[in-house]
Each structure stands twice: as structure tokens, then as C-alpha cells.
């Protein structure tokens, strides 16, 4: 195997495995644990849109803290909310929740012109 197509694999692995897209300057990184909306379609708030967000865990692991996984690679991604979230798939012993890491739009101030 050469050089290249050793990076192409690992840069492939490290692309896939975060769950998300590349930091967003704008979003700081937040702690695991933090406070996520979650919406199953459209949220119902403004929002500027982050990215693709994946979770996978193993069978044994109780649905919401499989959730609680997806919205900690929302945290991590700076996000407040996660839409798009629908029922899990269930493949080779793995569930997997995907959604939108978005983070909520910062009220526009009237006064200014």
C-alpha cells in the first residue's frame, strides 16, 4: 500500500467517524451534556444549519442515551438544536440516529438600522 492511498484511508476513517462537518468558527465547541433541542422535523425556531450529525450504538444501549450521544456531536459541533431526527436503523447490531446540527439564530436587535 503506498503512502497516498494510506492517507486517503485514514482521512476517509477521520471524515466518517466524527459525525459531523468541519468546527464552525461562529459555533464554539460546548460541553458533552448540553442542553439540545431535538425536533423531528423543521424546527420551530430560526436557525442557522451546522451540518450531518450520526450517532451509532450498540443494541444494548437504551435509546435515549443513544440520543443523548447524537446530541452531545451536536455540543461538540457548538449546536443548540438538532432536527430531521427519525426513527433509528437497526443494522448489524448497531442503531443509528442521524439528523441537522443547527444552532438557533440570535434575535435581531430592532433598534439598529
Do not use: Q
Not at 22 to 40: I, M, N, S, T, W
Not at 88 to 111: I, L, M, N, Q
Amino acid at each position: 500500500m503506498t503512502w497516498r492511498v494510506a492517507v486517503a484511508i485514514v482521512l476517509g476513517a477521520v471524515a466518517c467517524g466524527g459525525g459531523g462537518g468541519a468546527a464552525d468558527a461562529r459555533f464554539p465547541k460546548r460541553p458533552e451534556g448540553c442542553e439540545v433541542a431535538l425536533y423531528h422535523d423543521v424546527p420551530e425556531v430560526p436557525t442557522d444549519n451546522i451540518g450531518p450529525v450520526h450517532a451509532a450504538c450498540d443494541e444494548s444501549v437504551a435509546p435515549e442515551d443513544c440520543v443523548r450521544t447524537l446530541k452531545d456531536v451536536v455540543c461538540k459541533l457548538g449546536g443548540d438544536v438538532v432536527w430531521g431526527v427519525e426513527a433509528p436503523e437497526h443494522k448489524d447490531g448497531k442503531v443509528r440516529y442521524s439528523g441537522r446540527a443547527a444552532h438557533t439564530k440570535a434575535p435581531r436587535d430592532r433598534a439598529k438600522p
